[in-house]
């Protein structure tokens, strides 16, 4: 992901998670540290006929990776897209040498915990109220060995 995908981005973003939507200051932050020898961010989009239908990424730490955000446009969903997506996450997290990759699912979104869960993520506890303004769950997830997990194709970064 680049500063120019950040507009289309904001449109997925907003159509996605209209509750809770990262505003454009989040995304230049995490972009800012996505660069360079000392970079801790992993920013990933993919394109379809000209137009952005997905865009992920991860933060490192350590031994320790999270994954901040998987989006896929509601027309390209059951495509595979989520699932290169989150490939090229775990590539990244592998590179940074992570050991452990940590992620938050709302507790209504089956369609992703079932897509973490083929790729080796197991649930290991709840944060009540996380997502806001609906006050939703959210389901911590953990995968303790991301080169075992990366299967699939690239997307660009």
């Keep these: 992901m680049r500063w120019w995908d950040i507009d289309p981005v904001l449109e997925l973003e907003k159509d996605l998670f209209p509750e809770d939507a990262w505003s454009r200051g989040m995304f230049w932050s995490e972009l800012a540290h996505s660069r360079g020898p000392a970079a801790t961010r992993r920013y990933v989009v993919a394109e379809s006929e ?5 865009y992920a990424g991860l933060a ?16 390209q969903q059951g495509s595979g897209l989520g699932g290169g997506l ?12 992570c050991r452990e990759v940590m992620l938050e699912c709302r507790v209504d979104n089956v369609r992703a915990q079932k ?7 197991a649930p ?34």
């Design 60 to 75: 490192a730490s350590g031994e320790l990776a999270d994954v901040q955000t998987i989006a896929v446009a509601r027309d």
């Design 50 to 54: 000209g137009r952005i239908v997905g």
């Design 124 to 157: 290991i506890g709840f944060r009540r109220g996380y997502y806001q303004p609906g006050n939703v769950d959210a389901l911590v997830m953990r995968l303790t060995d991301p080169s075992a997990s990366v299967q699939g194709t690239e997307i660009n970064g």
């Design 115 to 121: 897509l973490y869960e083929r790729f080796g993520f």
């Design 86 to 97: 989150l490939t090229d996450l775990l590539r990244a997290a592998t590179a940074f040498e």
